[in-house]
T-cell receptor, first 113, second 115 residues
């Protein structure tokens, strides 16, 4: 079935460690996104990519990095520079960046110990 | 700047009751799109509807209906004859013009349907 796969679903990390969250899509979508969800704050955009080998910062990019070497893949690295990394991370894709109709993965919950 | 306000943090209703989720938006752009997404307990958000700023017709899809009123900058969502499967967090979102790739989300409304 077509869709977006995020892994791992749950992740624990010690302070000071970098961690990479995987996001893969087989929808042949050009655009991909990473959102962070915190209780009571809705979704906030971290990074987005309109096309392979290109990406832009969202509203809260500090402490995160991404790459888009393949159309299907958009991994997110949470670095030790991110002050408050414990959150629920959602990856999404859309057929193109003008659509606005996003397809989401089931999320990755990161807990920093 | 654009903003989406969902003032209702949590709502609980008894099954089969109707319920309306409120969404108020702010933007200075004349061209924009409004969205509703549903987030069930599994975590992924599911697209429900998209409306553009030039189409104020109300929309009905089964038990779901949406009321878009530019005069009050609102895009409210009504579920009639609610069911337990409707329990979820619902997000309203706004996107302005084609040059802006970002969706601005509200903080969500957690809807619980009591059997």
């Amino acid at each position: 079935d077509g869709g977006i796969t995020q892994s791992p679903k749950y992740l624990f990390r010690k302070e000071g460690q970098n961690v990479t969250l995987s996001c893969e899509q087989n929808l042949n979508h050009d655009a991909m996104y990473w959102y962070r969800q915190d209780p009571g704050q809705g979704l906030r955009l971290i990074y987005y990519s309109q096309i392979v080998n290109d990406f832009q910062k969202g509203d809260i990019a500090e402490g995160y990095s991404v790459s888009r070497e393949k159309k299907e893949s958009f991994p997110l690295t949470v670095t030790s520079a991110q002050k408050n990394p414990t959150a629920f991370y959602l990856c999404a894709s859309s057929i193109d960046s003008a659509s606005g109709e996003l397809f989401f993965g089931e999320g990755s919950r990161l807990t920093v110990l | 700047a654009q903003k989406v306000t969902q003032a209702q943090t949590e709502i609980s209703v008894v099954e089969k009751e109707d319920v309306t989720l409120d969404c108020v938006y702010e933007t200075r752009d004349t061209t924009y799109y409004l969205f509703w997404y549903k987030q069930p307990p599994s975590g992924e958000l599911v697209f429900l509807i998209r409306r553009n700023s030039f189409d104020e017709q109300n929309e009905i899809s089964g038990r779901y209906s949406w009321n878009f009123q530019k005069s009050t900058s609102s895009f409210n969502f009504t579920i009639t004859a609610s069911q337990v499967v409707d329990s979820a967090v619902y997000f309203c979102a706004l996107r302005t013009n084609f040059g802006n790739e970002k969706l601005t989300f509200g903080t969500g409304t957690r809807l619980t349907i009591i059997p």
